[in-house]
Every structure is written in structure tokens, then in C-alpha cells.
């Protein structure tokens, strides 16, 4: 039985990211770094990787390919303030879930360590990745752009 099933299968992981989006809506750090009007489909989007991370469906793979999440997340502003916050909102929606205190622990030490990871600049916002999103976004290859 994998980690997926254990904790609830799908149900579980789609409360998980609809409380955290919920969050990251009041947040005006966050949100201004998400593209879309509508957070639903960002929400859609880690729904399906984490699900896929934990040995549910690969939905992710098949419709976005290799996850490359440092990558993918170069474009925004990602300091220690913005992973303490995405930590934050993540806290309050994994405190929702009434998981084991296994499960939890085990979640919480790999959204830890991920969103650490993610960290990509230590300056302030202005310098280095943008805080504005991707209507901003920095080419990655800026020389093959010519
Ligand atoms: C540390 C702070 C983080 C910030 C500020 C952040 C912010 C963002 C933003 C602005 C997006 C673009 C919205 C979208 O198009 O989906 C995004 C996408 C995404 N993030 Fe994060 N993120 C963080 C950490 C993480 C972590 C730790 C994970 C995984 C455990 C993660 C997983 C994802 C995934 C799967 C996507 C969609 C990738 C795609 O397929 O395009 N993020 N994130």
C-alpha cells in the first residue's frame, strides 16, 4: 500500500492543497507571484504532482512531463521570507488533515525539506528572480534567445 492510499487517497491531498491555495489568496507576498486570476489551476497542478510524488496516480508526468520544480520555479522570488510563508500556509493545511502522527511527520519533513530547496535568492525583492510572475519571467536560456 503506498503512502497514497494510506492517508486517504485523493480526498486527502485535494483538502491539502484547498486549504493551503486558501491561504496563499490572503497572502501578499504569494499571491502576486501567481500568474493566473483564478489560483484553481495552480492548485490542480501540485495536487497532481504531489500525488504523484506519493504513489498515487502520475496524472503530473503525463500532462506537465519531469517535474524539474527548481526550474520551474526560477522565474519567481524565492527567498527565505516566501518559503517561510509557503511553510506557513502548508503547516495550517497539513494541521487540517488530522492525519497519524506518523503520516504528518512524514509529510511535513518532505514539504520541508522541498520548499528549502526551493529557495533561490537571498536578496531583496528588485534584485534576482522577480516577485511579479511570469508575465515578467526571465528567459532561461537569455543567450539562445537572439
Ligand atoms: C518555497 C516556496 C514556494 C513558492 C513561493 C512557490 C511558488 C510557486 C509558483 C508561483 C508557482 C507557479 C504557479 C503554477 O503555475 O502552478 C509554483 C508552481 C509549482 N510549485 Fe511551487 N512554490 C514553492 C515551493 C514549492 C514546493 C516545496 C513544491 C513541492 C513540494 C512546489 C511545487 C510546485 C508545483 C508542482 C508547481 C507546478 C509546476 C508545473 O507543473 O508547472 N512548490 N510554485
Known amino acids: 500500500m503506498s503512502f497514497y492510499d494510506e492517508v486517504g487517497g485523493r480526498p486527502t491531498f485535494e483538502r491539502l492543497v484547498t ?3 486558501r491561504e496563499v489568496a490572503t497572502d501578499d507576498v504569494l499571491r502576486p507571484m501567481y500568474p493566473e486570476a ?3 489551476p495552480a492548485a490542480d497542478r501540485l495536487l497532481l504532482f504531489l500525488q504523484q510524488y506519493w504513489g498515487g496516480p502520475s496524472t ?3 500532462t506537465r512531463g519531469h517535474p524539474r520544480l527548481r526550474m520551474r520555479h526560477r522565474p ?3 527567498d527565505p521570507d516566501a518559503r517561510d510563508r509557503w511553510l506557513r500556509h502548508m503547516r495550517t493545511a497539513l494541521d487540517e488533515l488530522d492525519l497519524s502522527p506518523l503520516h504528518e511527520a512524514t509529510l511535513w ?5 522541498a520548499a528549502h530547496a ?8 528588485g534584485i534576482g528572480p522577480r516577485r511579479e510572475g511570469p508575465g515578467t519571467t526571465i528567459p532561461l536560456h537569455p543567450a539562445s534567445e537572439a
Open 19 to 21: 486549504v493551503f491555495y
Open 60 to 62: 503530473y508526468g503525463e
Open 76 to 78: 519567481f522570488h524565492i
Open 38 to 40: 483564478d489560483l484553481a
Open 109 to 113: 519533513d518532505y514539504l520541508e525539506r
Open 118 to 125: 526551493m529557495v533561490n535568492t537571498f536578496e531583496p525583492a
